[in-house]
């Protein structure tokens, strides 16, 4: 592929991501957080920041290191920073799991750790913000998936600010009225800025240009789309300055949420149809098993707005919040990044692998790189597991959750597997493997070269 550069330590960003995601699985069927816990519990609080930041943040962080130059077709700021930043984001997750671990009492109380975790975290996303921001800054006027990013890194900085004036307020470095309101009553919006901003309004922005680039779909430019993102940052807009804006006037935020799911459900139908579109205009007739996985993860999505849906209607969201935003993290953005991994891992390996030989010698296709019939099956039991413990949240049944647990760490296990072998050639033929002039990756580095 013409004009692409490889991003020095995405892959590392994946590696850490993963073993994040499956220490949080195991934490969890080992009956770890909610729902054997309270929601507001020090041990669920830590397990979501291990899914949250550990997992989701991570592997969106490196796809973006990646794709932003892709999306926007200007290169990455620096090549270089994003490991200075990961070494940052990741002592800070760990610091801010040693600060809640401090709320069980479950470790020493001298080291202070949700303010060392503020720190580090406050640093680590403003190198992302300051990466990704000169970036799409130097490539305007923007393409219309690209201003999804920027709308999603809005929302990362909103998300950084309140979960550091929330780990500072539990530090007691911070005791202003309105520093302890917004921690009793921001929750709300941390969640919303987090998990429906930074990590669903991205993915959705970098969905249009990735699934479009590997389907061989027409450049997504519709107004649907336009929409979608009218809507979206009005929904967030609302939510996280309307919501702010409340609890610092002494208000209640029911309303404000209220409207801002009213304007997501609206964006989310846009969404929907722009994706229906992209897959019903493909050029690449036989579908790849990561478009497939896509689908799957975008099911997911639809479910998780059918069951927002009736909460709204039934007034059962307090109750049924948890069940949708486990299935928001678990099925769309989780399913999403699994199914995204199995196509970029490979494309990586290649470009590094082939890319300077492309012309001169005859090499494989980015698909001989995998082997989709034998990783199916673990997709499959991943999505599957999923649904199971969105069930098991449905109807109150915590042993058979934690059994979902357990085979969402099985099933990410396998597909962990897949991409490894993807990363070492394991699945390409002896005789292809390495033409002369081909180099083999590494397991954390790529080799950055044009092509």
Known sequence: MPSVTLSRWTVAYFVVALSAFMLAQLLMALGWGFPGAPLAAPATLA????????WLSLVMCGALFQFVPVITAHRLHSNSLPLPT??????????????????????????????????????????????????????RPLPLPAKFIVAGLACLLAVAALGITFALTL????????????????LAIHVVAGLGGWLTFTAMGVSYRLLGMFMLA????RASTRRVLALGSGALAVAILGGVAAIALGA?????????????????????????????????????????????????????????????TTGQLPRQAPGIAYLTAFGWLSGLALAKLYKIVPFMTWL???????????????????????????????FAAVWLGAAALIIGLTPMFRLSALLMLVATAGISMHLLRARNLLDVAPARRLPDGARKPGMLHSFSHDH
Request: positive net charge; charged residues 10%.
């Open 352 to 382: 590094e692998c082939y890319g300077p030989v492309l012309g001169k010698t005859p090499t494989p296709r980015v698909q001989d790189l995998v082997v989709e019939r034998k990783a199916i099956k673990w997709f499959a039991l991943y």
């Open 171 to 186: 530090a007691g470095i911070f005791s202003s009225a309105f520093s302890l309101r917004l921690l009793s009553s921001g």
């Open 86 to 139: 990961l070494i940052c984001l990741v002592a800070g997750i760990m610091s801010l799991v040693f600060g809640f671990l401090q709320m069980m009492n479950a470790v020493p109380q001298s080291l202070p750790g949700f303010a060392t975790a503020a720190a580090l975290l406050g640093t680590g996303f403003g190198l992302v913000l300051w990466n990704l921001g000169r970036t799409l800054w130097a490539a």
């Open 47 to 54: 397990l979501v920041h291990i899914i949250a930041l550990g």
């Open 252 to 312: 209640g935020i029911g309303v404000v949420l209220l409207l801002a799911a009213a304007l997501t459900l609206a964006a989310l139908v846009y969404y929907g149809r722009d994706m229906h579109h992209l897959y019903r205009t493909r050029k690449r007739r036989v579908i790849e098993l990561n478009s497939k996985m896509a689908a799957l993860a975008l099911l997911s999505l639809l479910a998780a707005i059918v069951w927002l849906g009736l909460a709204l």
């Open 218 to 221: 027409p450049e997504q430019d």
